[in-house]
Every structure is written in C-alpha cells, then in structure tokens.
C-alpha cells in the first residue's frame, strides 16, 4: 500500500502524453490485427479462429459465430467490472493516479473494455453474411450483410465503453478530476459494460434460436442457464451504480440508494422469473451474488482496498419466487406491478435493515417519508419494464401500442424520481466551529504506522439546518484508507465524534451534513495539494470554516476556471447517446422475440459437453398461444 501512495501527487489534470500514446498505439494495433482475422475468416481462412468457433460451438451447442464473442464478451464484462471495482476503491482510498498505465487496477478494466470492443467486431465479421445461413432477425448492412440482432448491440455497447477511456482523459484535461462514480465519462463506461454484457448474452440466445433451441422458459438454470445470465449483468450494474453508497461516500441524497435498490431489484428478478420460469429470480441471484463476494473480499483482501459493503437481492429474489408460487403468471404486467410494490415495502424493510448491518452510512427514520413513495414507485416501474422486457424476448407482447406507451410511462417515472432524487440545497451562511482536541499518535484505516488522529467537536451557528439528518459524519479519504464516523448529537447541541478522527498524512478530513435536501460540508484537514494550486486547510486546535455545498469538497480537484458552457452540452451528448443505445437494446429484444415465430435458419449444432437447450416448441407460435393473456394487461 505504501508504494501506492505516491498516487496522491499525481498529476491533476490528464494522463501523460506517453502513456496515452502507448495505449492508441496498441489499441491501433490489436484492431488492425481484428479486422485481418476477420477478413482472413470470411476469406476462408484463420484455421486458428475457426477451431476455437468449433470448439465452442461444440461445447455449448450455440452456433460458433454466436457461441465464441457472445461467450468472451460476458467474461470481458466481468473483467471491466473486477476492475473497475479495484479501481474505484484505489480513487476513494488514494486519490489521482498517474494515468491510465499508472496503476494496476487500469490493466484488467482496459483489457476488459478493449477486449469487448474486439469480440463485437468478431461477432459482426463472423456471422454469415446471408441471413438465411445465421440470424433471421439481424440486420442488413450495405457492404457487411447480415449483422446479428445482438451483434450491433455487443458492439455499440463496447465501442460506449471502449471510448469512455481516452474521453476520460480529455475530461479531466478540460474540468479537471471530478472524482465521482456518476460522472459523464463514467457512466459510459459503466453503461457501455452493462451493454456488452448483455449483447453477449443475448448473441447466445440469438444463435440458440437461430439453431431452433430455444433458451428461454422452464427447465431450471442448468437446462436454460441464459435468463439467469442476463440477470447476473443487470445486478452487477444496480451494485455498480451504488458503490459511492457502498463506499459510505456518496455526493448525492441517500434517496437514490432506495430508488435503485427499489428499481433495479424489481426490474432484473421480474425478468429473471418470466424468462427463466420457477426459481428463475433465484437462479439469477446464484450467478451474480457468489462473484461478487468473491470480487468484495478480494478488493479488501489481497489488493489491500477498503472493502466496500454490498447490496443483496436475496429479499427481493424471494418476495419475486413467492408472488410465483402458484405457478407461471398468467399476466405478466399485473405481476410487475405486484412484485414492484412488494419490493418497495417488503424489501425496502429489509433493505433497511441490512443498512444497519453493513452499510458504512445506515438509513435512519428520517429517511422514511420520501424514501418509502419513491421505493414503492421505483419498485412499480422496474417490475413493469421487467415484465414488458420478458415478453419482448419471448415474442408475447401485446399488439398495438400499449407495450411502447408502458415502456415510456415507467421509464419516464424513474428519470423523475431521479431529477427529484438529485436536487440539492446549501443554504448560505452556515459556520462550523470544530475543536480538535486529545491529539495522538493513533492507527488509521488501511495504515499500519500510527499517524495524527484527534477527538472532533462541531457546533454550527444554525443548529437547524441539522434536525432530524439523514447523517452528520466526519469523513476522512485519500490517505491511505477511508475512514467515516457517524456524530453523537450531544444534549447542548452540539456533535462529537465516537472514534478518534485523522488529522494527519495524506487524509482529506471534513465534516458533513444531509438533511433532507441540505447537503453541506466543511473542512477539518486538507493537506495542500500544489498540482490543482490548492492551499489547502490545516488542523487547528479550534477554528471556525463556512459550511460550503458538500460536492465543491468531495471534487476539490476540479477545474474552478474549466470553460462552464461545455459542461451541459458535453453532458448532454454523453446522455443522449447512452439513451439512443438504450433504443437499441429495447429494438434488438423485439427483434429476437420475433425469431420464436420463425423457423431455424442453421443447423443445430450438437453439443459435446451438455445439451441443455430444447428445440423450440412445436404448435402454435407462443404470441398466438399467450396473446390473450397478454391483452388482458
């Protein structure tokens, strides 16, 4: 850890020039040697490419051009997310890095990124250019031909991602580092992930179907073990969007942490059960949870990262199982939004009390009055949108409209819950008077030499803005470790520390208040930092500092002085194209549900090591056979 700490006097604005030229070159590279394979495949040739497509086509029974991207790019998504998390934990316990070559925890997230973009052009390359000899659904590009369904979602969702990272840097080269989880660049790589993910999941029903198997519905997880997949990438993103909460250093109202919890939950098991059948929300969970321990005790393990804590989903998978005790729902709408509502109560409740075992900011009572409309209104929208993704991909939607206009209602619920969730208050005027007394050689989070540590008293000259928090903490990170203790309010009106506070190292230390939606933050410690010509504030035996709004501390290293008319359309952009492949998934989903009323356009390949797929089944075709239940919605 302590070789790590350099890390702290980085650079504050950019990756260095070398490293971003050594990482274009190799990517370069590495695409140019891609596309010769490719053109070498359809060419007739790469007899080393096309014995690995036999090889897993006989080990899954999916067809090869399917079988080997749709395969790497899920694990290529689990090597992002794996790094990724590392990574996050290195920021929140150190600070800058050096550039992306200059810590370990880049290497698996760009080898994870690039390797996802890579599999997405294999799977555009590999596929027969003539639809009738692989996907009766995919889509016809002049000079390509056939491009799978799921193969134009795998690569836009990888080249979001893949782009994200030189992207990142310009960012930090125009706003300065604005260290937080949910910044634009960011976002891209997490929804660029998300994305590769599930267009390598979906290339393997494609493929499936395409051979007449059909891989959802029935059976139990070894028999159809893809709905279960799907899901496992859909929790990884609701855990991955949380992790400044997972963290306890979140720079947005604790109401997102039950809106996505509520949302996410019931989205991802609805679906996991309408796909996967009994135990289907069960068999998601079983995916997902096992490697994320592993992953959680990893970070805080051998790579020495504070260890997040994590959500659960158990209650929410079970809540899901039992509303589908009687059997398959019949009405697969009504079911989301039973479900939706007994994850936003049921499982808020257990939710709630989890925070309190585990999370490092636990949810208290004053939370409640918004925390449970928005829970119970994030819950309905995620169980609708599960539901409605379910009987795309099964081909049961619906006819007309009304699929469409759902689809927009409950998504256009969670964006304004968002807005609300995301509006913050610092009123002006607010002083915090600390005193640091007691001050000792003591042990910090993650530091194995005794560093400066102090009992912290705070009064503030408007008490009020503190009724009835959500938290007042002191906060210490980026030295070494990351360390939060929740304030004991004391008779007189004043806080108090329950733990000796770090005033010493590397720590930037300060207080912080969230009230409903006052957000606000003062220093204790900063130490300079000359890189972003900040003085910072020094530990004083009793001072007096205005309370500021809690994210102008949280992300001191950006840019004061950044060109602020490019922020909004550069965020809009990012936005906008996250929402236009957002489109895209819901487009490639109908598109695969059409395929249940097609014909097999391959041969099916027989699998050596299992052969869990059914042939699809005979009769009717499932939108002629579920319709009527279906528009009774």
Not at 24 to 35: P, R
Not at 584 to 608: C, D, I, N, Y
Request: charged fraction near 15%; glycine fraction near 12%; include cysteine.
């Amino acid at each position: 850890m302590s070789t790590l700490l350099a890390a702290t006097q980085a650079p504050g604005g950019g990756a260095p020039l070398d490293q971003l030229a050594i990482i274009g070159g190799a990517t370069t590279l590495l695409t140019v040697l891609t596309l010769w394979l490719v053109t070498a495949y359809r060419r007739g040739g790469a007899p080393a490419l096309r014995r690995l497509e036999r090889g897993t086509e006989r080990a899954i029974g999916v067809p090869g051009w399917a079988a080997l991207p749709g395969v790497a790019a899920v694990v290529c998504a689990t090597v992002i997310i794996i790094g990724a998390t590392w990574d996050i934990g290195l920021h929140i316990d150190l600070g800058r890095d050096e550039g992306p070559l200059g810590t370990t925890a880049h290497y698996p997230l760009m080898l994870g990124l690039f390797g996802a973009f890579l599999m997405g052009v294999l799977a555009v390359g590999m596929t027969p250019a003539d639809p009738r000899r692989s996907s009766s659904v995919a889509f016809h590009v002049p000079g390509v031909g056939a491009v799978p369904a799921a193969a134009a979602l795998l690569l836009a969702g990888a080249t979001l991602g893949m782009s994200a990272f030189p992207l990142d840097d310009v960012w930090h080269r125009i706003f300065g580092q604005d260290v937080t989880l949910w910044g634009p660049t960011h976002v891209m790589i997490i929804g660029g992930t998300l994305t590769a993910g599930i267009g390598g999941a979906l290339l393997l029903a494609e493929g499936a179907r395409a051979a007449g198997r059909e891989p959802f519905g029935a059976g139990g997880v070894l028999r159809r073990p893809l709905a279960a997949l799907l899901a496992g990438v859909f929790l990884y993103l609701w855990a991955a969007t949380l992790h400044e909460f997972n963290w306890g250093v979140p720079q947005y109202r604790q109401v997102w942490h039950p809106l996505l919890l509520a949302f996410g939950g019931a989205q991802t098991l609805v679906l996991a059960r309408l796909l996967g059948g009994r135990g289907g929300a069960f068999a998601g969970l079983a995916i997902w949870l096992p490697l994320q321990v592993g992953m959680t005790l990893l970070v805080g393990g051998p790579l020495e990262v504070t260890m997040p804590s994590m959500p659960l989903f158990i209650a929410e998978a079970a809540i899901v199982e039992a509303l589908a005790l009687r059997g398959d729902p019949r009405s697969p709408l009504r079911f989301g939004v039973v479900a939706g509502l007994a994850i936003g109560s049921i499982g808020f409740a257990a939710n709630y009390a989890w925070s309190h075992l585990a999370m490092p900011l636990r949810w208290e009572a004053t939370l409640l009055g918004e925390a449970v409309p928005v829970a119970l209104a994030a819950g309905v929208a995620g169980g609708l949108l599960g539901a409605l993704m379910a009987q795309a991909l099964t081909g049961t939607l619906a006819p007309g409209r009304r699929p469409l206009v759902i689809a927009v209602l409950a998504a256009a619920t969670f964006v304004g819950l968002g807005v609300n969730a995301v509006v913050t208050e610092a009123p002006k005027g607010v002083t915090a008077t600390m005193a640091l007394t007691n001050v000792r050689e003591g042990l910090t989070p993650n530091n194995d030499r005794p560093q400066p540590v102090a009992d912290l008293a705070l009064r503030l000259n408007r008490p009020e803005v503190a009724d009835d928090p959500q938290w007042v903490t002191a906060i210490g990170w980026q030295g070494g470790g990351r360390f939060v203790d929740r304030l004991a309010r004391q008779p007189d009106g004043a806080w108090r520390s329950t733990t000796p506070v770090p005033v010493g190292g590397a720590w930037k230390t300060f207080v912080r208040i969230h009230a409903g939606r006052t957000m606000l933050a003062a220093p204790v410690r900063m130490p300079p930092d000359p890189a972003i010509d900040f003085a910072g504030f020094p530990a004083r035996p009793q001072t007096t500092r205005p309370m500021v709004a809690d994210a102008t501390l949280l992300q001191i290293e950006r840019r004061r002085d950044a060109p602020m008319f490019l922020w909004t359309p550069a965020t809009i952009l990012v936005l906008s194209t996250v929402l236009g492949i957002l489109v895209l998934m819901g487009v490639v989903f109908v598109r695969l549900g059409r395929m249940t009323r097609r014909p097999p356009s391959v041969e099916r390949p027989r699998a050596l090591l299992f052969d869990r797929f059914d042939r699809a089944p005979s009769g009717p075709p499932p939108r002629e056979r579920e319709v009527v239940g279906a528009g009774r919605e």
